[in-house]
């Protein structure tokens, strides 16, 4: 994988993001992905260390190649880049990015320009689709500069005209993909529709909103939020989508009256926060929904023919034309248009950053070296060569990579272990937060990386027990990693907002019967503990609670704190500071006992809800095939780190109990803990949504 690659960066319609031929990019597509999160930066929030803007509009990615289609002149992939995630999402389509695929190609030499405009038929390899992109070229050569002005975009630009000839069902085979125009779901009346982007259309009014309200505004409303969630997820069961929590589509719309009769307003989300303008593909999707009758955002007159819509967003109105055919329910939209700018920011080469290369070797090239003649004579004659390699290990800087944000319990832990273990080895160890996909993105980074002792792993109960036992995932808890040694436990404590007018568990119960989902939980994401155990108390206890999942425990617990959501089931070891601090109030424990740092706090048994323990482990790993005698060498550096007091007495007092192993004790916890797990997912019923 080289480390520097081409890339053009463009602003596209009113987003930005850095486009690639295909060929620039690694032909394996999830080396492809950890070359487009190491561009964009999508690890960090601000994506300060890479060339995205810390937006959604600004963490797009455009791949672009010769096409393979018939008829068409260029394949163009979109990706949706994570934000504060490490996520690649290749599944929408971005029409803004779009606009900037013709001129893109015809500067690579994809595509030859002719005199005056040209116009580029793409191919939509996302959504199947395919669009006319129409850009001036006098002189054969791309103008970027011109009047036409968008809103939502400084200044004015060249117009470029995309048609799209086919993106009605694109994505689940069918315009209505229901099979009605309206269906009613949670009793609010909405419209599932594919036309460009998947979208689940919803009337404002219905929501007990005006239909004009800022996007600031909107994303301050949770309740409307979780509700649009909600919706959200049930209308992609219905739309054959299935799970869609971990998916962007489809996208959330509220409508609402335009300004003329020719007009709608829309609020468009993307999906869980409300676009600062509008996206183009969702503009398409809305504009089909305005002129065809019988949806919940049909317009006051049917036209057959040629029209004008303008969709009006927080920054403007985006004019579409389109081509209606037929009447009544008979009518269809033939075609679609509408007119976006792109501009040229810079081209040149990127510089990729380290962590996108997890199995680069270079340390282990001086081991020879290292190694006199003689002793590697001796080794190859009686087998010695293993722990010979742990004789020289480590050669350089150790990686230890953490499945949830910096700031939560489980960093905090690798940070105080790091702290005695690098000196103890000799090395530097660096903590790489890899937040996301509930632990998975982590899990399958170090799965891969080469198996010499250098990327390790604080795995713990969510990505080596409790999510593989809910879901499919592309590593194997077991297969894939050699275990070196357990940390410890920590009990589940059920906390609440310090302002939650709830007195305890029973009280909690009696409200949530009377009034059902009156409440949220906040979990690290879906396979983690913390949703594990609020799973089972309300199948325990008989109640309705909305989920809300989050990258990992630290940003949930902050909302929790918020306010935001008003419950949640982290960690004793997460959670105690912010009991102690007076910023949660803790309700009960989700184990078989209570802890000696909360006496007073009864355990679920005990406050009447029966059969929610859920214990949570930390521990370990490195890559499968990591020679014996270097986990050996770690799991005896880690149990000495541990039997050091400052460090037992720092965990502890987080309310961790420290608890040591030999790497085949903690193996043999992992396939336990794994079948139990898989056990009480069959029991529950529970699923990854």
Known sequence: MQRTIPCVLMRAGTSRGPFFLREWLPAD?????????????????????????????????????????????????????????RSVDTRPNCGNMLSGVAPFAIEQGLVQAREGETTVRVFNVNTRSRIDVTVLTPGRRVVYAGDTRIDGVAGTAAPIRLNFLDAWGAVTGSLFPTGRRIDRIDGVEVTCIDAAMPLVIVRAADLGLAGGETPAELDANTALLLRLEKLRRSAGEAMGLGDVSQSVIPKPVIASDGDSADSITSR?????????????????????AFALPGTVASGAKGVEGVRQIAVLHPQGRIEVEVAVEGHGQDAVIRRAALVRTARKILQGQLELPDYVFPTSTEGDKPMKKILAPAALAAAALIGAAVPAVAQTYPTKTITVVVPTAAGGGNDAMARTIAQKLGPLLGQTIIIDNRAGANGSIASEFVARAAPDGHTLMLGYVATHAMNPALQKLRYDPVANFEPIGLVGYSPTLMVANANTKVKDVKDLVAQLKAKPDSYTYASAGNGTAPHFAAE????????????????????????????????????????????????????????????????DVPTLKEAGVDGVEVQQWYGFFAPAKTPKAVIDKLNRALNQVLADPEIV??????GADVETSTPEAFGALVKTELDKWKSVVQRARLTAD
Do not use: W
């Open 649 to 654: 007495k720092r965990l502890e007092d987080h």
């Open 29 to 85: 597509e999830q080396e492809r992905d950890e070359v487009l999160i190491g561009a964009i930066g999508a690890s960090d929030p601000l994506q300060l260390d890479g060339v995205g803007g810390g937006s959604t509009l600004t963490s797009k990615v455009a791949i672009v190649s010769k096409s393979a289609e018939a008829g068409c002149d260029v394949d163009y992939l979109f990706a949706q880049v994570g934000v504060g995630q």
């Open 268 to 288: 468009y989300f993307t999906p869980r926060r409300c676009h600062a303008s509008h996206a183009v593909t969702g503009a398409i999707g809305v504009a089909t």
């Open 536 to 599: 089972l108390f309300k199948l325990n206890a008989g109640v309705e609670m909305l989920g809300v999942p989050y990258k990992g425990a630290a940003p949930a617990v902050s909302d929790t704190i918020g306010g935001q959501t008003q419950f949640m089931f982290p960690s004793l070891f997460t959670a105690y500071p912010h009991v102690k601090a007076g910023k949660l109030k803790a309700l009960a424990v989700a184990g078989p006992k209570r802890s000696h740092l909360l006496p």
